[in-house]
């Protein structure tokens, strides 16, 4: 029985430490988390293909990708999202 209650608890800790929990929370996954999620193919970067099954508009895809490359780096997301931040701030 213990070992249901610890098992238990650790799968609760490891959920709210998700991206998805964070959203739950009312806080945005930072950049990394969020490329961890869409990035299917595990090459640590997220591509248009990519970025359009995770349900993003394919049109801001250029919008993120800085050096146009085809690829979104966690940096090239946390600036995006850092510029999306303050322009909602003015």
Not at 2 to 13: F, G, Q, S
Request: charged content about 20%.
């Amino acid at each position: 029985m213990r070992l249901i209650i610890l098992a238990a608890a650790a799968a609760a800790a490891m959920a709210m430490t998700t991206p998805l929990a964070a959203q739950a929370q009312g806080q945005m996954p930072s950049a990394a988390d969020l490329i961890k999620m869409w990035d299917k193919n595990g090459d640590g970067v997220v591509d248009k293909a990519e970025w359009v099954a995770a349900g993003r508009p394919a049109e801001r895809f250029d919008l993120v990708d800085a050096n146009h490359d085809g690829k979104i780096t966690v940096e090239e997301l946390a600036a995006a999202m850092a510029k999306m931040r303050q322009q909602q701030g003015q």
